[in-house]
């Protein structure tokens, strides 16, 4: 017997009380409707025949048969093999009915998966194992948080495009994992899946016996329904009161839908804000009988005794259940993206990405605090000691302690948007960050005092970054700048592996203070002494910039958009020289333009900045 009560784009069918509300999310084209469309057929939800009607469908119009036709039902979804609208389908196991829905992946799309969302008990987030966290899988798990959805299942799907193996499926847990965790989100469950071809939907997969976790339709009966809103507290705003006068009638009539709860005649009432108190004398109904109970979902009139004056806008409750907090000041915090005022405000801008967008985006803490702003920086860990300092910041926190109360909030890299920075107007004032004078004294006397020029080295990115293979040099390739004379080469990496390792075991000429630097205040410290910095793009380049250190920044042929294209120059950073690679790969040509300008700048000793601490 199909359980499929229906295939709607809209209307939803009335259930009985066991029932849960989920929804599909992720990336555009992640399988999330062929994850549906394969649930439903495996668990015999499918209306007769209709699985032969979709076959039959793709032979006639020569198209391959997917799962998702079950579920995008429009002409144009169907040609262009995406979801545009929501869908909702239900089916019902054992345990419980369920409606599914379905959310578009677009981000073109993406108010339709919120509206689609915004009711859901429980979310599936759904990731392809070979193209991983995406943009939208990220919006979508952020949305979901702020839509109050906490039981979240992951889905790590096409496990067998990645031939279902397992470190492909840990890959994606690891990254999303970490991105979740910032979101203060944790999945109950992770699960790798070939939707297109059933594995772990709801039997398990042979493909991947080292799986022993859930299938995604264990994971679904393991979800717990939320309450329903008639098992919580009574709660009714007054929408209008009705006095009749007709054939000597005197009610005077309380009318509203009920939220939430149940009343029923002879409850003891409190309205809110007022306080005042009654009980209900009857439950009246439109054209019916009176009533002796009102339900959520109810519109319905109270008469109360005695007579109390209530109006528009008050709260009805019942005196022997849990009252509504009430108070005269909302605490929230807006996102702010340059148009509220910020006299008087306390603004927390805070990372998204990495250390050098941070060290970049600190410059706009002073402007801010030039509009009246108090400001609030959360940092990573590494940066608090340097940040600490930076002009206009009046508090710093890192990332995972409890933030200050604040009125506004922006990312850090939004906030050019929002002090509508152009290329003419990037605020460039430097240095806004200094090295604290005691950890320079420290510093300075484990430097090399040949009298000699100090210059700074840093040949690698962050391993875990993306684009790291195209920012990092081998260290063994700079070895050409070691033999320009009058310089002490100062290494400032700070993890070093391998053949790097090696080459610095070989160079005692070069000082290795990188491995004892615990963090940015140590190698802004260190900074202060050197007269250059040569470093690949990352953020100790950030930092020197900011620092107004001379800094000599080595490109790859497609840098990050901030290096912009085709000029020596950077607008964000007046001491820094762009070396750029002239075709994809070369550092050869980068490592022997520094080479050849080396001799010359030593020789002309760049003056250090003297607010940086000199050298
Ligand atoms: N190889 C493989 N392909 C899959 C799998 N699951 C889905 N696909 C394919 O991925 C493509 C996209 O699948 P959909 O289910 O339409 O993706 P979606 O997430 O619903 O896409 P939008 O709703 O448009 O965001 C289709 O061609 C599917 O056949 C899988 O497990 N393995
Ligand atoms: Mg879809």
Redesign the pocket.
């Known amino acids: 017997m199909p359980s499929l009560l229906g295939v709607t784009g809209g209307a939803i069918s009335p259930f009985g009380p066991s029932r849960l509300h989920l929804v599909i999310a992720?990336h555009?084209?992640?399988?999330?409707?062929?994850l549906i469309g394969r649930l439903l057929a495996d668990t015999d939800s499918l209306p007769e025949g209709k699985l032969d009607r979709v076959r039959d469908l793709c032979d006639r119009t020569a198209k391959p048969f997917?799962y998702?036709f079950l579920l995008d039902a429009l002409k144009d979804e169907r040609a262009q093999?995406?979801?545009i609208d929501v869908a909702r389908v239900f089916f019902k196991t054992a345990r419980r009915h369920y409606m599914v829905t379905d959310a578009?992946?677009?981000v073109e799309f993406l108010k339709n998966m919120i509206t689609g969302a915004a009711r859901a008990e429980a979310a599936v987030l759904?990731i392809d194992a070979c193209e991983g966290v995406q943009a939208n899988s990220q919006r979508h798990a952020t949305l979901l948080s702020m839509l109050g959805i906490r039981q979240l299942a992951v889905v790590v799907?096409?496990m067998?495009?990645a031939s279902y193996r397992r470190e492909a499926f840990e890959a994606v847990v690891d990254a999303f994992g970490t991105f979740l965790a910032r979101l203060g989100v944790k999945a109950h469950e992770w699960i790798p899946?070939?939707?297109?071809?059933g594995g772990n939907v709801v039997a398990r997969a042979p493909e991947m016996p080292w799986f022993t976790g859930h299938t995604v339709l264990e994971a679904l009966e393991a979800f717990e329904p939320e309450r329903t809103t008639v098992d919580r507290p009574f709660r009714m705003p007054v929408q209008d009161v009705y006095k009749f006068t007709n054939e000597g009638d005197s009610r005077r009539i309380i009318a509203g839908t009920v939220e939430s709860g149940r009343v029923h005649i002879g409850d003891g009432l409190v309205f809110y804000p007022s306080g005042k108190r009654a009980r209900v004398a009857t439950v009246e109904a439109f054209n019916a009988p009176p009533q002796s109970d009102a339900v959520a979902g109810q519109t319905t009139g109270l008469t109360v005794a005695p007579q109390v004056y209530t109006a528009r806008g008050e709260l009805v409750t019942c005196e022997d259940e849990p009252g509504p907090h009430v108070t005269s000041r909302i605490r929230a915090s807006l996102f702010w993206l340059g148009h509220e005022p910020l006299a008087g405000k306390t603004l927390l801008i805070y990372p998204e990405q990495g250390l050098g967008d941070t060290l970049q985006c600190m410059r706009y803490a002073v402007l801010a605090a030039a509009r009246g702003a108090r400001v609030v920086a959360e940092v990573q860990p590494l940066l608090k000691s340097v940040i600490a300092g930076v002009d206009g910041i009046d508090e710093v926190v890192t990332e995972g302690e409890p933030l200050p109360p604040h009125d506004l909030r922006c990312p850090m890299l939004s906030l050019p948007l929002a002090f509508g920075t152009t290329l003419a107007t990037i605020p460039n004032r430097v240095p806004y960050i200094a090295a604290a004078p005691e950890r320079i004294a420290k510093w300075r006397a484990l430097m090399p005092s040949t009298g000699k020029a100090r210059v700074g080295l840093v040949w690698a990115g962050n391993r875990g970054h993306h684009n790291n293979r195209n920012r990092s040099i081998a260290l063994e390739r700079l070895l050409p700048l070691l033999a320009v004379p009058g310089i002490d080469w100062i290494a400032l990496q700070t993890e070093t592996a391998g053949p790097d390792r090696a080459v610095l075991d070989a160079h005692p000429d070069i000082t290795h203070l990188g491995e004892a630097l615990l963090d940015f205040g140590d190698t802004a410290a260190v900074m202060a002494a050197l007269d250059l910095v040569v470093s690949v793009d990352t953020a100790s380049a950030h930092l020197a910039g900011a620092m107004a250190k001379p800094v000599w920044i080595l490109l790859p042929f497609s840098p990050d958009w901030r290096w912009l294209l085709d000029r020596r120059d950077s607008p964000w950073y007046p001491t820094a020289r762009l070396f750029r690679q002239p075709a994809p790969g070369d550092w050869a040509s980068v490592i022997a333009e520094v080479a050849q300008e080396l001799p010359g700048a030593v020789a002309g000793r760049l003056s250090p900045s003297p607010a940086c601490g000199g050298g």
Do not use: C, F, M, Y
């Open positions: 992720g555009v084209d992640h399988g999330k409707s062929t997917e998702a093999g995406i979801t578009p992946g677009h759904v799907n096409k067998d495009l899946v070939a939707a297109r071809q």
